[in-house]
């Protein structure tokens, strides 16, 4: 009986057959349909060098080849295009036998994906005593249960990746099959006609964009432009030159980002120039044929400029009104447009009027979102959604892992049932952008899983899937380790929306630290540091081989710092005669050392400033 394969995904058909294929030195992978070389498309060649690559990391030097008038049993694996047996779309059937492999991919994208199979098939197959590894002989069929499998990476709040991160990124996730990525941006592209607003952010440049496109499209990733166009202008808004286009412009109303206008005032010509300028300057860096113009949690809108405006015709059709016109510009650019569908659920009688070629985007975070109602509106207007859950990640410290699989699982199951066009997995970076990269790991894994096929992956092993497939770490420790730290928010008894109650002892408001007083205790925290302990028992066994496995310690071990410092700010919170705040106030100014230094590794200096302030900010009270 052969062993179980560690995939990730798991393919929905799998069938071993008796016997093994050897990964014998010296054979050919063959590309194409042995016509001509120009038959061999530059990305299915791509695949074969994703491929070849693998096998160069088992010791195995194999050449491409176009042509198959060669000896037949030099040819290890054939890669080619048949639509006729596989009728879906990105489908793959990956076959095993004692004489060689076949990868025959319904399109170009079914052949990569069927090559990404087989390289985690031969991470299965470790090389032992220098022997070429022994392949279980097996046939794979396999397609995507959604059509589009995206991640949604926030860089405006407050980390912009360093290229080298967003390649390494998106190598990663294209291995597990995922096949949109969208950059979350306010104020985080390098516009040239508005250097004061990104001054400070140290954005992506035009040039920059064009390289990751390239990058993406060879890896069957559609990088989709992304720039909030409504709401979460805050930042313009704190450049004297674009204050005025806000909604509460010369309007004083208390709110809890910080005073000013939120959102665009969707009356003034000015606002709608202003994103016409935008789009014109950011689009022509992509080859996407959609984009994301955002246009979510308008919290200011009616309370300022549109006021009267929403009074006369109702807050929903000032609403709808603003965002068809930014469909319209949207559609002078040939693009699709994706926006958030918040605001227009809050108002369904016109959810029908929404135009029929926009994508709206349904978002939730919780364990039951997305909601069901809202699936099942969109689909019977005959609007084309996606459903978009989150990995859990921001407002954590660690993650929130049993909360991340359950609106994980609850998307794939709601998006199926009522027809969602795609599914879009948001990692955030709220308050500051904590958590570190690989905290997030567990979202994108699991999302990835069920956006491919749920029913086959809704019991994945998934600590096992990352440590192989996240870590190269064959003995199943890392992602055990991560897994678990990301369910020490538990451990607390109080389980805020959204976030965690050990981030919230760094960052909560004088009323929620009241709250705390009362809800936690010490033997509270004497449970959350046994939690720790325990989550951390495996990372002494752990051996991962990626090139960043010293940076991958540096970020494991600052996370349960950030989860032990919370304990023991709590204990002082609640306690504040049972800890010194001198020792307290010593050992957070070393985490905010190691913090920042670890930032630099993979993001960009800029937003590090105001990452960094919120931890300042708790010295400064600690001190005091």
């Known amino acids: 009986m052969p062993p179980a394969l560690n995939l990730l995904p798991l393919p929905r058909q799998l069938d071993f057959a008796p016997g093994s294929y050897s990964l014998a030195p010296g054979r050919l992978i063959l590309v194409g349909d042995g016509t001509t070389a120009h038959s061999v498309s530059i990305r299915i060649r791509a695949a074969a060098v994703r491929l070849q690559k693998a096998l160069a990391a088992a010791g195995l030097d194999w050449e491409l080849t176009a042509s198959p008038a060669v000896p037949p049993q030099l040819i290890g694996v054939a890669l080619r295009l048949s639509p006729h047996p596989l009728t879906q779309p990105q489908g793959y059937r990956l076959q095993i036998t004692t004489a060689g492999i076949t990868i025959e991919g319904q399109d170009e994208a079914g052949i990569f994906y069927g090559v990404c199979t087989l390289i985690q098939i031969i991470k299965n197959s470790p090389i032992s005593a220098g022997a070429p590894p022994d392949l279980p002989c097996l046939l794979i069929t396999d397609w995507p249960d959604f059509q589009a499998r995206g991640v949604m990476l926030d860089i405006s709040r407050d980390k912009v990746p360093t290229m080298e991160t967003l390649y390494h990124l998106v190598d990663l996730l294209a291995g597990w099959k995922i096949n949109q990525l969208q950059l979350y941006t306010e104020h985080t592209f390098a516009y040239r006609n508005h250097p004061e607003v990104w001054a400070k952010a140290s954005p992506l440049t035009g040039q920059e964009i ?60 000015g606002s709608l120039a202003l994103i016409r300028g935008l789009y014109d300057e950011l689009l022509p860096h992509f080859t996407s044929r959609m984009f994301n113009v955002g246009c979510d949690e308008t919290f200011d809108l009616g309370k300022g400029r549109s006021k009267e405006a929403c009074e006369r015709m109702g807050t929903g059709r000032v609403y709808l009104n603003f965002l068809n016109q930014i469909y319209e510009a949207v559609r002078s650019h040939g693009l699709t447009m994706q926006f958030w569908g918040d605001i227009i659920m809050k108002y369904p009688q016109l959810v029908p009027e929404l135009p029929k070629d926009a994508i709206a985007l349904e978002w939730g975070y919780e364990a039951a979102d997305p909601p069901a109602d809202h699936c099942e509106k969109f689909a019977t207007a005959g609007i084309p959604y996606y459903v978009c859950p989150g990995t859990s990640s921001w407002n954590s410290l660690a993650g929130r892992t049993d909360n991340a699989l359950r609106n994980l699982r609850t998307a794939a199951v709601n998006g199926m049932k009522y027809g969602a066009a795609g599914y879009l997995n948001t990692d955030w970076g709220d308050n500051g952008h904590w958590q570190a990269l690989p905290v997030s790991y567990t979202g994108f894994a699991a999302g990835a899983a069920y956006s491919w096929g749920y029913p086959a992956n809704q019991e994945l092993d998934l600590p096992a899937a990352l440590s192989l497939h996240a870590f190269d770490d064959r003995s199943s420790s890392l992602g055990k380790v991560l897994y678990d730290l990301g369910n020490v928010y538990q451990a607390a008894g109080v389980v805020p929306g959204n976030s965690s109650a050990l981030f919230h002892l760094y960052q909560a408001s004088p009323k929620r630290i009241l709250e705390y007083k009362k809800a936690l205790t010490p033997e509270t925290f004497d449970r959350i540091d046994e939690a720790i302990d325990l989550a951390m028992q495996p990372y002494k066994k752990a051996k991962p081989e990626t090139p960043d496995a010293g940076l991958l310690a540096r970020e494991f071990r600052l996370t349960e710092w950030l989860l032990r410092y919370a304990v023991q700010r709590g204990r002082w919170i609640v306690e504040p005669s049972s800890t010194d705040p001198k020792k307290l106030s010593q050992e957070l100014q070393e985490l905010i050392v190691e913090y920042k230094a670890v930032w630099l590794t993979r993001n960009r200096p800029g937003g590090l400033v105001d990452s960094a302030a919120r931890f300042e900010k708790i010295l400064l009270e600690t001190l005091a």
């Open 210 to 269: 064009m390289a990751l496109d390239a990058f993406c499209q060879e890896r069957f990733v559609d990088l989709v432009p992304n720039q909030n166009s409504f709401g979460h202008m805050h930042r313009w808004f704190d450049v004297p030159r674009y204050a005025p286009l806000g909604e509460l412009y010369g309007v004083k109303l208390e709110n809890w980002w910080g005073g000013g206008s939120f959102s665009l005032a969707p009356g003034d010509p």
